[in-house]
């Protein structure tokens, strides 16, 4: 769901003691964002599988892996003083990947159910988004012109996609549904979601982090769907590397084409100390 643009912003606005000032570090909330965000989530499950099992990394090396690659990425951006489309898409992708991994390692290294984790997930974003709101006195993603607020950001987008991950494949996996019927219902999810935000007037940035979460099962259904065959779930049977490497080349088209039009940036918000 899209937010409302912020207006400029006084210093009585944010916290004057999160350092130094940002130009507004993410994009603005269109049609190409949540586009773009879905393929993102698709990738984070595909790719996790091509590289764990296609390649045969394995579980652990693939988690180091992205971990390390994750982290040179956040660097990068925490860097930049304005959004730039390369560098915070780079981030979501990656980041969809090692959430991914995250539940996955839960799952399959260490045995824990998908009914346990699914909620310690939800719990863990609770307290993110209770801490943020806490310091912040707001969750919009149209405020994010401090490094720490940034750092609350991406803490909570790494736990939207553990939790999506674990609450996709509890669905369709351990509920036996199959891969259809959970992008069906996770679809539907959002659609409630976004007559909620349009029809009833709920608020956007409530609705905006509620459509988030549910897009990353979606996302992973879809992956799923279109990559594996199995008789007791369903599936296309592309495989992950072809599904994986079909969405990335769409992602780079249209972050291409982001960072010539401009068409995703939001205004300078003007913040003095």
């Not at 993102?40 to 394995?58: R, W």
């Not at 996955?104 to 998908?114: Q, R």
């Not at 072809?242 to 769409?250: G, K, M, V």
């Amino acid at each position: 769901m899209p937010e409302p643009k912020l207006p400029a912003m006084s210093t009585t606005t944010a916290s004057s003691t999160a350092g130094r000032r940002l130009l507004n570090k993410v994009p603005q909330v269109t049609v190409f964002f949540w586009v773009i965000k879905i393929m993102a989530t698709t990738i984070g499950e595909t790719a996790a599988d091509y590289l764990n099992v296609d390649l045969g990394f394995g579980l652990t090396n693939t988690t180091y892996l992205t971990g390390a690659l994750l982290a040179v990425l956040l660097l990068v951006q925490f860097r930049l003083r304005r959004y730039v489309p390369v560098a915070y898409w780079s981030v979501v992708v990656v980041i969809s990947v090692f959430g991914t991994l995250i539940t996955d390692n839960m799952t399959d290294a260490y045995g824990v159910p998908l009914t346990t984790s699914t909620p310690i997930f939800a719990a863990l974003l609770a307290v993110v988004f209770g801490v943020w709101y806490a310091v912040e006195r707001t969750l919009s993603i149209h405020s994010i012109v401090t490094g720490r607020r940034e750092a609350f950001y991406w803490l909570a987008i790494l736990f939207t996609f553990a939790l999506g991950t674990a609450a996709g494949d509890l669905v369709s996996e351990k509920a036996d549904l199959g891969y259809a019927v959970s992008i069906v219902i996770f679809g539907a999810a959002i659609a409630v979601v976004a007559a909620a935000h349009y029809g009833a007037g709920v608020h956007a940035v409530l609705t905006f982090w509620l459509a988030y979460i549910l897009t990353r099962p979606l996302g992973a259904s879809i992956g799923d769907e279109l990559s594996s065959h199995s008789k007791r779930y369903g599936g296309l049977g592309l495989g992950a590397n072809a599904t994986s490497f079909l969405f990335l080349a769409c992602i780079i088209a249209l972050v291409s084409y982001l960072t010539v039009s401009d068409r995703d940036r939001l205004p300078p918000v003007e913040t003095t100390y």
